[in-house]
């Protein structure tokens, strides 16, 4: 997270070390979770979403859950796998890569960290993170599709002007991919979450672009409820309000700052509300899901499910642009190719060609 912490984040982060009273780990065969001083199921720990899974299902791909065969050959088929595999091993200095020019290629193997393998979900390797409606996709509405059309084109209208027309992730304003949420998506790499917990609110750093979340948590459902802000606040992730329901947590969060509910990837309007679920599965799992309410640009309300895998490891800060010297490049490319008579565009990506197939597998 950034180097100066607010005092929300050090209360959090203080007040979770004195609620936490048992450990993660318990006896095998007869698990429970583990339970705060108040007596609530523990949350708190470090843990990733690092999948091949994603939140809509691949193209061809019909089935919800696959065998591990089936399983092992999506993986394969996957881009980022096949990036990760024509990167491995030494550099074929003769391959044109760069003819090109696709500056985006700049993302290779090393920096790519999706995870290796689908998710597993209650034993069940899953093909996609939404599980209703049963295709597995975003069930966008014609209205819907006509909100991400106008979206895309005012963006367009205006991209490179300035700092203030780049996309917001490029700007380092909030994560990449929809990793904050609501609605925590997996990006291709900095998987990782910290949940600090405390009788009174859930502490969800992020570390792409260290976000932080600090979610009030209400005594039942209709003080939460009650307690949502105006919706002239908009803030960014909307506004969060969180309740217990026996073991599982609700945060239920509306009114997402437009700027990020317009550009997705879980695109809201100000009617939109998404409400997440956490529980504990298991001492290295924790179970994730979330739902999807918004008429005005869904024909019905849909839900995703997640697995959040427990890491030993600690998380590290993410530092986003730091200097904004990426910033700064970009906008003189763009100054440059204005100069040329050449209009501003967003690059093809990292699959904008072709990934290479690998000569010597291995090197050898």
């Given amino acids: 997270m950034n180097t100066i912490v607010s005092n929300a984040v050090r209360t959090c982060l203080l007040a979770s070390a004195l609620a936490v009273c048992s450990s993660l780990q318990a006896a095998p065969g007869n698990w429970s979770p583990p339970r705060t001083a108040d007596g609530k199921p523990v949350l708190a720990g470090v843990w990733t979403n690092a999948s091949v899974t994603n939140l809509q299902r691949p193209p061809g791909v019909t089935k919800l859950v696959v065998t591990r065969a089936e399983a092992e050959a999506l993986v394969k088929a996957n881009p980022f796998q096949r990036l990760i595999e024509a990167d491995s091993g030494p550099s074929d200095l003769n391959d044109n890569l760069l003819e090109d020019k696709n500056a985006d290629r700049g993302y290779n193997a090393f920096w790519v960290d999706p995870g290796n393998f689908l998710a597993s979900i209650n034993g069940e390797y899953r093909t996609s993170w939404i599980v209703d409606p049963a295709t597995g996709q975003m069930p966008l509405s014609d209205a819907g599709k006509q909100l991400l059309k106008e979206a895309r084109a005012a963006r367009e209208a205006t991209l490179y002007q300035g700092p203030e027309a780049l996309p917001l992730a490029e700007r380092c304003l909030i994560a990449f991919s929809g990793a904050s949420g609501p609605g925590m998506l997996n990006p291709m790499y900095n998987n990782n979450y910290q949940l600090v917990q405390t009788p009174t609110s859930l502490l969800i750093l992020v570390e792409m672009v260290h976000d932080a979340r600090i979610i009030p948590i209400a005594k039942d459902k209709a003080t939460a409820q009650a307690s949502h802000h105006s919706a002239a606040l908009n803030q960014w992730f909307g506004d969060p309000v969180g309740w217990w329901e026996g073991d599982t947590l609700v945060v239920e969060s509306t009114h997402v700052r437009r700027e990020q509910a317009s550009q997705g990837p879980i695109y809201l309007s100000d009617q939109g509300k998404v409400t997440e679920r956490f529980s504990r599965a298991s001492p290295d799992q924790l179970n994730y899901e979330f739902t999807v309410d918004d008429p005005a640009y869904y ?37 440059n190719q204005e100069a040329q008579g050449i209009k501003p565009s967003q690059g093809p990506g990292i699959f904008g060609t072709p990934i290479p197939e690998k000569k010597n597998p291995g090197g050898q």
């Avoid at 499910?305 to 427990?310: I, K, V, Y």
């Avoid at 600690?314 to 700064?328: F, I, L, R, V």
């Fill in 299 to 335: 024909t019905q309300p849909w839900r995703a499910e997640m697995s959040f895998n427990a890491r030993k490891e600690n998380m590290y800060e993410y530092a986003c642009h730091e200097g904004n010297y990426a910033m700064e490049g970009i906008l003189r490319g763009a100054r």
